[in-house]
């Protein structure tokens, strides 16, 4: 049996839907796009949705609407995909940042809390040159589909006047609750902005594809006008009938509108996004189930005060009790036909990153801990009983046959 990482769950459904925008001859940015933004509001419960065309647009975007220019400071996570940082960099401002929580693998708030300290009274960090210019806002990742610790976060941002960015690629749904007693809180509803993507393999797919919500009337209007070569909002109903060819250009904006074709296959995702959640959840139960007894390998964990979104299950391997590497763990796992991945190596040791700011492996030394020992197993809603059983037999299987000895004393 081979179980590649990630295989689509396209319905029949989704199918038609895009056939449908196809017959109708409005394939760019239209009515599919606009019932998409509403539909997709509506499920996060934010007041404004902007379709893009990736989940590295929103960021883009989202930083540019609250006012980062060059020399700004943005707090991002160490452990994180590139796009996180690189948008900074669009500006030519500063990504700072920050170690991984050990546990989550989400921006560590405490962390967060003391480099947002130590810039503020000046103190050298590795990696950034003084004087440093102005922090202007924050960028937790919910790694994996669980979410960071956002009251922690918010705190943070409270105190030093940050900006709040979620970049929820990985999310979606996925809850945050402060405690037992309080009540559920939905990605899209926590932070100034939050970024999603609907990447081929994420929790809801437009092929390509972004969004980002928000609240507050002004960054949705300045995200908005800036999607589209910064055309005055007037622009957007030109093409309508109750538009008008005229439009005028206010800023000088970017081009990353949504297409209506995958605005169509959006809508028919979202229509089953909860169906999804509970089929990654179940095979995540399943998979936490079959190897907790395996000692070389540690499972993620969906905290209590969490609901898990399952885009990513990664283990940690046990390193002290294994004889082999993570990188032939992994080829052991293909040699048996189970395709894995890594997500990922942590930015502060990528060569961009190390050539421009001098960074050391140490800077961040969770997220350079964590590195060496993450596999990602793969984990998809149409994944059948007898695939998700057979990742379990090989991980098994490749840990027995590779476990150290026991150590004496």
Known sequence: MNVPFFRPSISQADIAEVVACMESGWLTT????????????????????????????????ALEAVGVRRGDLVLVPALTFAATAEVVRYFDAIPVFVDADPVTLCMDPVAAANTAAAIRRGERLPGMTLPYGPMKAIIPMHYGGQMVDVDAIAAVAREHGLAIIDDAAHTLPAHY??????????????????????????????????????????????????????????????????????????????????????????????????ELLAARAS???RFIAGLEDVPEVDAP?????????????????????????????????????????????????????????????????????????????????????????????????????????????
């Not at 606009?34 to 989940?55: D, R, T």
């Not at 957007?236 to 439009?247: A, D």
């Not at 990153?353 to 350079?368: K, L, N, R």
């Open 30 to 61: 239209g009515p599919r796009t606009k019932a998409f933004e509403e539909a997709f509001a509506q499920y996060v419960g934010a007041k404004h949705a902007i379709a893009l065309n990736s989940c590295t647009a929103a960021l883009h975007l």
């Open 283 to 285: 095979v995540a139960q």
């Open 177 to 274: 609750r402060a405690g037992a007693d309080q009540p559920w809180r939905a990605v899209g509803s926590t932070a100034d902005v939050t970024c999603f993507s609907f990447y081929a393999n994420k929790c809801i797919t437009t092929g390509e594809g972004g969004m980002a919500v928000t609240n507050r009337d002004d960054l949705a209007e300045r995200m908005r006008i800036m999607s589209l070569h910064g055309m005055s909002k007037d622009a957007w109903k030109r093409f309508s009938s109750k538009g008008s060819w005229y439009y005028e250009i206010v800023a000088p904006g970017f081009k990353y509108n949504m297409t209506d074709v995958a605005a169509a296959l959006g809508v028919a995702q979202l229509a089953r996004a909860d």
């Open 301 to 409: 964990t969906e905290l209590p005060d969490r609901r898990h979104s399952w885009h990513l299950f990664s283990v940690q391997l046990r390193l002290d009790r294994l004889t082999i590497t993570r990188s032939q763990f992994i080829e052991e796992m293909k040699a048996r036909g189970v395709a894995a991945s890594v997500h990922w190596l942590p930015l502060h040791m990528q060569p961009y990153y190390i050539q421009t700011y001098g960074y050391a492996a140490s800077d961040f030394p969770v997220a350079a801990g964590i590195w060496p020992r993450l596999v990602s197993l793969p984990i998809f809603p149409a994944m059948t009983d007898e695939e998700v059983d057979h990742v379990i037999g090989v991980v098994r299987e490749v840990a027995r046959q590779h476990s150290a000895p026991a150590k004496k004393g």
